[in-house]
Each structure stands twice: as C-alpha cells, then as structure tokens.
C-alpha cells in the first residue's frame, strides 16, 4: 500500500524558514517524478514545485522562485521542500505528490502539513 | 499560464442522480486533463486522467470526456460517498493549474 507522510508543518513568523519533509512507502519513489502541492484553507489547489526521479530537473510556480527549494533523497525515499522568506500568503496545507503515469498527474496524495505564517 | 474555470462551482443533487461538471481550459491541453475527488481534511484521490481514462480502483459510474479546452466529468448515479469537492488540472505544461473546485452537496 502506498503511504506518503508530510512533516515539518508549523507556525512561523514572515520572514522565517521551514523544511518539509515527506516520507515514502509502498511503490517505487526512485522512479517517479515527486511534487508539492499546497491549499490556502478554504481555498482550491495549487501547484508549488516538482523535481525528475533523479533531480535534475526542477520546476516552481512563479510565486515561490527563489525562496522554495525542492529536493529529494531516493536512498531514504524522501522529499524535501525548504522554504525561505516566507510570507502570510504562503499559508497553506502542503501536500506531497507523486506522479507516475504522466509527469505532472498525481497518481498519489500525501494527508498534507499545515504551514501557518502569522506573526 | 493556463487557466481552469470550473462550472458550477456548488451543486446540489440527490442519491441516484447523474450529474455533470465541466472545466474549460484558456488554451487548448489536448487530453492533458485530470479530475480529482477530495473530502474534508483529506488529501485528493485520482479519479480520471489523460481525460478519460478511468485510475484503477475508480468506481465505473465515474466517466470524463473532451480534449482541446472543453471537458467533463459525470457521475452517472450519485452514492453517499460521492458528496464532495472535484477539481480539474491540466498537465500539458508548466504551471500545472487546478480548477477552482465543485462542491457536491446532498440536495
């Protein structure tokens, strides 16, 4: 059974920094494309960042550039995501995904990390 | 960026009613089209990708069609488990976008 678990969630000041992590069980991390996606409460979904099975390749929506790092750890089948500079619109439920069929469709949905950013 | 618009954005139906929600796409995605069922305090779960094809486990009820900007999602009969909200994306390219959601309420 595939499990993926988010961690590292919590309440932080604007301007501070956050690493989430997500830990995968069940299927073969190593071979899919992995991603973050993040919803604001009561808001829909939206997209953050993805990383290639080795990580060569990295892709950000807009909002984030330059203050998101994705990244990835396939001997410990983990995702990471560091977050700097962050700020209240940065609030959200922070999803780990992973996409196996098509890169860019989540096959796999994490239960999500909440990040507060509130001073 | 492309952008999903999802209509209607609530819609309230009973047990045992086929119903339909559609999402439309500001420039043409091809079959680059998912549908995802979420329940509160869950993350979403697959139902539909490449526009039609149905993910495995996905009850049969379930069916989606379209390609170029114009797709469907139908539930042919509504069951109890199927109240909640559904969200399109498209992953034809970079930024992929969701719709802004469908609530299913219980009329």
């Known amino acids: 059974e595939v499990h993926l678990v988010e961690s590292g969630g919590g309440l932080v000041q604007p301007g501070g920094s956050l690493r989430l992590s997500c830990a995968a069980s069940g299927f073969s991390f190593s071979a899919y494309w992995m991603n973050w996606v993040r919803q604001a409460p009561g808001k829909g979904l939206e997209w953050v960042a993805s990383?290639?099975?080795?990580?060569?390749?990295?892709y950000y929506v807009d909002s984030v550039k330059g203050r998101f790092t994705i990244s990835r750890d396939n001997a410990k089948n983990s995702l990471y995501l560091q977050m700097n500079s962050l700020r209240a619109e940065d609030t959200a439920v922070y999803y780990c995904?992973?996409?196996?069929?098509?890169?860019?469709?989540?096959?796999?949905w994490g239960q999500g990390t909440l990040v507060t950013v509130s001073s | 960026d492309i952008q999903m618009t999802q209509s209607p954005s609530t819609l309230s139906a009973s047990v045992g009613d086929r119903v339909t929600i559609t999402c439309r796409a500001s420039q043409s995605i091809s079959s680059w089209l998912a549908w995802y069922q979420q329940k509160p305090g869950k993350g979403p779960n697959l139902l539909i990708y490449k526009a039609s094809s149905l993910e495995r486990g996905v009850p049969s009820r379930f069916s989606g069609s379209g390609s170029g900007t114009e797709f469907t999602l139908t539930i042919s009969s509504l069951q109890p488990d199927d109240f909640a909200t559904y969200y399109c994306?498209?992953?034809?390219?970079?930024?992929?976008?969701f719709g802004q959601g469908t609530k299913l309420e219980i009329k």
């Open positions: 994306q498209q992953y034809n390219s970079y930024p992929y976008t």
């Open positions: 995904a992973g996409s196996g069929y098509d890169t860019g469709l989540f096959d796999y």
């Open positions: 990383i290639k099975q080795g990580g060569s390749e990295r």
